[in-house]
């Protein structure tokens, strides 16, 4: 079983940059890859980026690269997002979620943190 809470949204300036926060928690925690996913309102939840279990290879779709990372730190068992150049097309609810590997259903979800940009 993984636990997952996410922190660090708010409202913030077009232009800004924000870290976003996923705590997790359980045994089996490293077993997960965990991945960053958004939902904005009224479109489907879309996602981000995701980074292996080990913390060495994060990857991202070619609409984030660049302006989103994503790092894990395993002592503290928390996975961070960084959204560098806010626009007011990031506004979303932010979710973190971990799954076994690439090819495996997204198993267990945060409750989510809202990131709301202001132009």
């Known amino acids: 079983q993984v636990q997952l809470v996410e922190s660090g949204g708010g409202l913030v300036q077009d232009g800004d940059s924000l870290r976003l926060s996923c705590a997790a928690s359980?045994?089996?925690?490293?077993?997960?890859?965990i991945g960053w996913l958004r939902q904005a309102p009224g479109k489907e939840r879309e996602f981000v980026g995701a980074i292996n279990w080990s913390g060495t290879n994060p990857y991202y779709t070619d609409s984030t690269k660049g302006r989103f990372t994503i790092s894990r730190d395993l002592a503290s068992n928390t996975v961070y997002l960084q959204i560098n150049s806010l626009k007011p097309e990031d506004t979303a609810v932010y979710y973190c979620?971990?799954?076994?590997?690439?090819?495996?259903?997204?198993?267990?979800w945060g409750q989510g943190t809202q990131v709301t940009v202001s132009s």
């Open positions: 359980g045994r089996t925690f490293t077993h997960y890859d």
């Open positions: 979620a971990a799954r076994r590997s690439t090819k495996s259903m997204w198993a267990y």
